[in-house]
């Protein structure tokens, strides 16, 4: 669960787990330090007392006498001297709510040891000292000092103020936390965010590493820096190896068809030698449209395209290809519907045309015979937007996000028998973002599939 949460969240949640077992074993040791301290001042005090009566204590003719109690007691202090027989000699805690009574230490101190213990007077705790009074080696009296023992309400109120400032202290911790893990990581975030918007004709992009100490974010800057450049250099050798296959083939191919052509021309040529020659030249086309298709991508992935901008009247273009491609459609009984309304722009017209026939040929491609294709366009809000949508078989989920890919086919044994060559729509894309705008698929279902491009109009 906890390494879902970003890392500034967990480095503040370690700091203040770490933080608040700190606090909670330094309160501990506090705690109980000052509850030893507390009670051996207590205990002390007792002992200092205890010596003072005791030294005001005499024994003559075999009786107990008490010359000086020491200090005024209070209804918190007592002093009491008990006989070795029972009788009390001197009893000062009459100013106690209930009597205090501690049998257990007048019995430990007449058998001759010193007692000192707590006891419970009307729920109030007392510490009592008892200790036994000698004389001639053997015990005579008891002498008992008690207090009343303060100790657990002052404990009390030490633990409710730590109760209270610990998560005090932690919030302002938690705060002070982040903040300082969001201000460390701001270096990973510019990283992050130079990472996203490097496309892959955006390679020149690099990390300022600049103000960037020689720690681990200045290594991580400079290392993901020498990776762009690694990859800048291999896309420019493939662009550079595709564009300069592409136009090294173009003239082979020509010179080809150029024979294939002038072969078919001969009246010698026997039925079989024809339609090989026939099926070469398809062949020969199909590499041609290839070619023509990869120059095209790499000349607009080294250098973008080249648009020559007019007002183009998108109405008329989906009018125009609709009737070249009336013939084909109706060959199979498909219709094409055309649903346009008047809409101008300024745009590469030839370019368009160029997007139009790839989406029509996708659609004429996939459409079932007796279906229909429609074309229509709108203009709202400063933007136009055109579509082709077809009635064939829809595009699968898993296909969708790779439809723009090059040499992607839904399914490509169909579509290399048709002649498809997995770049007309990678070739539409190119030609709408270089218009500044974006292509989507706007619905595909079973039955159902629609290309929607949208541009500005300025």
């Known amino acids: 669960m906890l390494e879902r949460l970003p890392i500034r969240w967990r480095l503040t949640l370690w700091y203040v787990a770490l933080l608040a077992l700190a606090l909670a074993a330094f309160a501990g040791a506090f705690y109980f330090g000052l509850r030893f301290t507390l009670l051996r001042a207590l205990d002390d005090s007792l002992e200092a007392r205890a010596e003072l009566v005791e030294s005001g204590i005499a024994f003559v003719d075999g009786e107990l006498s008490v010359a000086a109690a020491g200090p005024e007691d209070s209804d918190e202090q007592f002093v009491r001297v008990t006989a070795a027989d029972g009788r009390v000699i001197l009893d000062t805690s009459g100013d106690f709510d209930e009597p205090v009574v501690n049998p257990d230490g007048v019995a430990a101190a007449l058998d001759g040891d010193e007692d000192l213990r707590t006891v419970t007077v009307d729920d109030d705790p007392v510490r009592i000292l008892s200790r036994p009074i000698e004389r001639d080696g053997r015990v005579v009296g008891v002498l008992e000092v008690g207090e009343e023992n303060e100790t657990g309400e002052t404990l009390g109120q030490v633990a409710?103020?730590?109760?209270?400032?610990?998560?005090?202290?932690?919030?302002?911790?938690?705060?002070?936390?982040?903040?300082?893990?969001?201000?460390?990581?701001?270096?990973?975030?510019?990283?992050?965010?130079?990472?996203?918007?490097?496309?892959?004709?955006?390679?020149?992009?690099?990390?300022?590493?600049?103000?960037?100490?020689?720690?681990?974010?200045?290594?991580?800057?400079?290392?993901?820096?020498?990776?762009?450049?690694?990859?800048?250099?291999?896309?420019?050798?493939?662009?550079?190896?595709?564009?300069?296959?592409?136009?090294?083939?173009?003239?082979?191919?020509?010179?080809m068809r150029g024979q294939i052509d002038l072969a078919l021309a001969r009246d010698d040529l026997g039925e079989s030698e024809r339609e090989t020659l026939a099926n070469l030249g398809a062949d020969v086309d199909r590499m041609t449209r290839l070619t023509s298709a990869l120059l095209t991508l790499a000349r607009g992935d080294a250098y973008?395209?080249?648009?020559?901008?007019?007002?183009?009247?998108?109405?008329?273009?989906?009018?125009?290809?609709?009737?070249?491609?009336?013939?084909?459609?109706?060959?199979?009984?498909?219709?094409?519907?055309?649903?346009?309304?008047?809409?101008?722009?300024?745009?590469?017209?030839?370019?368009?045309?160029?997007?139009?026939?790839?989406?029509?040929?996708?659609?004429?491609?996939?459409?079932?015979?007796?279906?229909?294709?429609?074309?229509?366009?709108?203009?709202?809000?400063?933007?136009?937007?055109?579509?082709?949508?077809?009635?064939?078989?829809?595009?699968?989920?898993?296909?969708?996000?790779?439809?723009?890919?090059?040499?992607?086919?839904?399914?490509?044994?169909?579509?290399?028998?048709?002649?498809?060559?997995?770049?007309?729509?990678?070739?539409?894309?190119?030609?709408?973002?270089?218009?500044?705008?974006?292509?989507?698929?706007?619905?595909?279902?079973?039955?159902?599939?629609?290309?929607?491009?949208?541009?500005?109009?300025?």
């Open 160 to 255: 409710q103020v730590l109760a209270i400032s610990i998560p005090a202290v932690l919030l302002v911790a938690a705060g002070g936390g982040y903040w300082l893990a969001r201000r460390a990581l701001q270096p990973i975030d510019r990283i992050t965010r130079t990472a996203a918007d490097i496309g892959e004709r955006d390679l020149s992009r690099r990390i300022d590493d600049v103000a960037l100490p020689d720690d681990e974010l200045g290594r991580l800057a400079r290392t993901f820096n020498a990776m762009l450049e690694r990859i800048e250099l291999a896309f420019e050798r493939q662009r550079r190896f595709t564009a300069d296959a592409a136009h090294e083939l173009r003239t082979p191919l020509a010179l």
């Open 304 to 458: 973008g395209l080249e648009l020559e901008r007019e007002p183009v009247e998108l109405a008329d273009l989906l009018d125009l290809v609709a009737e070249q491609y009336a013939p084909l459609a109706a060959e199979r009984g498909v219709r094409i519907e055309v649903d346009a309304e008047p809409v101008t722009l300024r745009a590469d017209g030839d370019r368009l045309i160029q997007v139009l026939v790839n989406l029509m040929d996708n659609a004429l491609r996939h459409a079932p015979d007796g279906s229909r294709i429609e074309l229509g366009c709108r203009a709202s809000n400063g933007r136009a937007r055109f579509w082709v949508g077809d009635q064939g078989p829809g595009i699968p989920p898993e296909h969708l996000p790779h439809i723009f890919e090059r040499f992607y086919r839904v399914d490509p044994g169909r579509d290399r028998e048709r002649g498809g060559t997995g770049l007309g729509l990678a070739i539409t894309k190119l030609i709408i973002e270089a218009h500044g705008g974006r292509i989507q698929v706007e619905r595909s279902a079973p039955g159902d599939t629609r290309f929607t491009c949208e541009l500005p109009v300025g």
